[in-house]
């Protein structure tokens, strides 16, 4: 009989604590010990899933290969583990109470009162134990989001009581530990209220992670061991870094993964992490720097180009360059020219939705193009140096997308026509893998090395087949198309530097081990 096991992850004291880099970081210490590792999220909003909230409120959303739009903290995983995650491995409240209601609407509970408990539960434990089979997992991680005493996650933490019951599990809390500058000491005080209010609703930590500003000393630890109830070998330490590929490694210095298979009765397995240490090192001591502007619209939030800006460091460690990422404004930019963006070795142009900081990103394409300088565009950013290139090399008047503009004269982007009749916003766009043809001499060829790339998407507008000839004729190559060749997937400009745009996002392929191609070689222009 197939039998996983289970770590479960919770967040206690306030949430920003990062759970899902550190679930990511045992989870790979843990693969490299040779074990099939799955991860799953739980997060307790009503939405089935990201891909309607605003970047600047929820932080980025990342697209998986099955088109699945989720957490960014998938991303974590991806990057981390080197593997394709799905969107079944998301559970939100909204997908999972949709799940429910369907089935009692059909009649599936045969006239029973449907509650919370056991029939939501039901649902949720369901889904984990269908994940785990189908991936035939050795063990999985199950991140529930959010913090203890959130109303959202009671209903997750509920199911993985009962799952603590019937499977073998251990279950790692990550609380905060703060350091108290007017007594000179780590406090454990929050630590303790937070198991404590574990312990309510029937759960007890087996593994107890501080986060803290420095290393937690012995003292700290000895009080986590003594007032909540667990080894104090099983109490870790995970201070604060500025390089998160870092934690891996600290984490497997305080025997975080050995007392994990430790509780779950494994002792199997030698870890191997030298190729990431060494990668480590290569970030922590590079030969060069490079600062690169990325010209985006969400700058409220630091997590809105969250996986653009770890695919660059990605790059980075294998060409042993430190990468300094910056958001620009493509508003500002707009209002007040692109003078900001002299100081770059390079820019890229992220993907976005609607009309604000649109001419800027047109105006950095402009800038980028005509000064030589490395550019990235990606989605959106794409359609911008399309519009652009049409405008000023073209002569195309009035050039633009149909998203900002329905009555220009040049419609140059234009909406994919099976998405006109659909009302739904989720779900309605290009999402996931697609392969695209590449044109054999070109730099996106030299790139990828291959004829047949695939990459993710997340748009509703394409590059108007109609204006791809007067492009052409006009010096801008569309080295990458669609199967059937209506869909450009990649331009680019041959005598430049590096002047590539993308329909895709290759920053979500992008992994601390394999970087992606595309990011790799704009690295490398722009340390030139």
Same mark, same amino acid.
């Given at each position: 009989?197939?039998?996983?096991?289970?770590?479960?992850?919770?967040?206690?004291? &306030? $949430?920003?604590?990062?759970?899902?880099?550190?679930?990511? $970081?045992?989870?790979? &210490?843990?693969?490299?010990?040779?074990?099939?590792?799955?991860?799953?999220?739980?997060?307790?909003?009503? +939405?089935?899933?990201?891909?309607?909230?605003?970047?600047?409120?929820?932080? !980025?959303?990342?697209?998986?290969?099955?088109? *699945?739009?989720?957490?960014?903290?998938?991303? %974590?995983?991806? /990057?981390?583990?080197?593997?394709?995650?799905?969107?079944?491995?998301? &559970?939100?409240?909204?997908?999972?109470?949709?799940?429910?209601?369907?089935?009692?609407?059909? *009649?599936?509970?045969?006239?029973?009162?449907?509650?919370?408990?056991? %029939?939501?539960?039901?649902?949720?434990?369901? /889904?984990? !134990?269908?994940?785990?089979?189908?991936? +035939? =997992?050795?063990?999985?991680?199950?991140?529930?989001? *959010?913090?203890?005493?959130?109303?959202?996650?009671?209903?997750?933490?509920?199911?993985?009581?009962?799952?603590? +019951?019937?499977?073998?599990?251990?279950?790692?809390?990550?609380?905060?530990?703060?350091?108290?500058?007017?007594?000179?000491?780590?406090?454990?005080?929050?630590?303790? %209220?937070?198991?404590?209010?574990?312990?309510?609703?029937?759960?007890?930590?087996?593994?107890?992670?501080?986060?803290?500003?420095?290393?937690?000393? $012995? =003292?700290?630890?000895?009080?986590?061991?003594?007032?909540?109830?667990?080894?104090?070998?099983?109490?870790?330490?995970?201070? +604060?870094?500025?390089?998160?590929?870092?934690?891996?490694?600290?984490?497997? !210095?305080?025997?975080?993964?050995?007392?994990?298979?430790?509780?779950?009765?494994?002792?199997?397995?030698?870890?191997?992490?030298?190729?990431?240490?060494?990668?480590?090192?290569?970030?922590?001591?590079?030969?060069?720097?490079?600062?690169?502007?990325?010209?985006?619209?969400?700058?409220?939030?630091?997590? =809105?180009?969250?996986?653009?800006?770890?695919?660059?460091?990605?790059a980075g460690a294998h060409l042993r360059t430190d990468v300094e990422p910056e958001v620009v404004c493509s508003q500002k930019i707009e209002e007040e020219g692109v003078s900001s963006l002299e100081k770059y070795d390079g820019v890229i142009i992220p993907g976005g939705f609607g009309s604000r900081g649109v001419e800027g990103k047109i105006n950095a394409s402009k800038y980028c193009r005509e000064n030589d300088i490395p550019l990235l565009g990606i989605c959106f950013g794409m359609q911008m140096m399309v519009i652009e290139y049409a405008r000023n090399v073209c002569g195309l008047k009035n050039a633009n997308s149909q998203e900002i503009d329905e009555k220009a004269e040049n419609i140059l982007i234009k909406e994919l026509p099976e998405q006109k009749e659909i009302e739904k916003k989720g779900g309605t766009m290009r999402l996931g893998h697609y392969t695209a043809e590449i044109e054999k001499g070109s730099e996106v060829f030299e790139a990828y090395g291959r004829e047949k790339v695939g990459e993710r998407h997340r748009h509703r507008y394409e590059v108007n087949p109609e204006y791809h000839d007067i492009l052409e004729k006009n010096g801008l190559t569309i080295s990458g198309s669609s199967k059937n060749g209506l869909l450009a997937e990649f331009v680019e400009l041959k005598d430049h530097t590096f002047y590539i745009g993308t329909q895709s996002h290759p920053e979500f392929t992008s992994r601390f081990e394999t970087p992606n191609p595309l990011y790799k070689n704009f690295l490398e222009a722009s340390k030139e």
């Open positions: 009989m197939f039998m996983p096991e289970w770590i479960i992850v919770t967040g206690g004291v &306030l $949430s920003g604590l990062g759970k899902g880099l550190t679930s990511a $970081s045992i989870a790979k &210490l843990l693969q490299s010990r040779g074990y099939k590792i799955t991860p799953i999220k739980c997060d307790g909003y009503l +939405n089935v899933d990201p891909g309607t909230m605003n970047p600047i409120e929820h932080g !980025e959303v990342f697209v998986q290969k099955d088109g *699945g739009e989720v957490d960014m903290d998938f991303g %974590h995983y991806e /990057r981390f583990l080197g593997i394709d995650t799905k969107f079944k491995w998301n &559970l939100t409240s909204g997908k999972v109470f949709k799940e429910v209601i369907e089935k009692e609407r059909k *009649g599936d509970f045969l006239g029973e009162t449907v509650q919370m408990i056991p %029939h939501v539960t039901d649902e949720v434990k369901r /889904r984990f !134990e269908e994940i785990a089979k189908e991936e +035939n =997992s050795d063990i999985v991680i199950v991140e529930i989001g *959010g913090t203890v005493g959130d109303m959202e996650n009671q209903l997750f933490l509920e199911a993985t009581r009962q799952l603590k +019951n019937e499977e073998n599990t251990v279950h790692i809390h990550l609380t905060l530990v703060p350091y108290l500058e007017t007594v000179g000491e780590q406090k454990t005080k929050p630590t303790q %209220h937070s198991v404590s209010k574990l312990r309510e609703l029937g759960l007890k930590p087996d593994i107890i992670i501080g986060r803290s500003d420095e290393k937690l000393e $012995s =003292s700290p630890k000895e009080k986590i061991s003594l007032f909540c109830d667990v080894k104090k070998e099983n109490v870790i330490s995970n201070p +604060n870094i500025d390089n998160i590929y870092r934690l891996p490694l600290i984490l497997a !210095e305080e025997g975080a993964d050995k007392q994990v298979l430790k509780e779950l009765g494994y002792h199997n397995g030698e870890r191997d992490m030298d190729e990431w240490e060494k990668l480590v090192e290569n970030m922590e001591n590079p030969d060069k720097s490079v600062k690169i502007g990325i010209c985006g619209k969400y700058t409220d939030m630091d997590d =809105s180009y969250v996986s653009i800006e770890e695919a660059l460091k990605h």
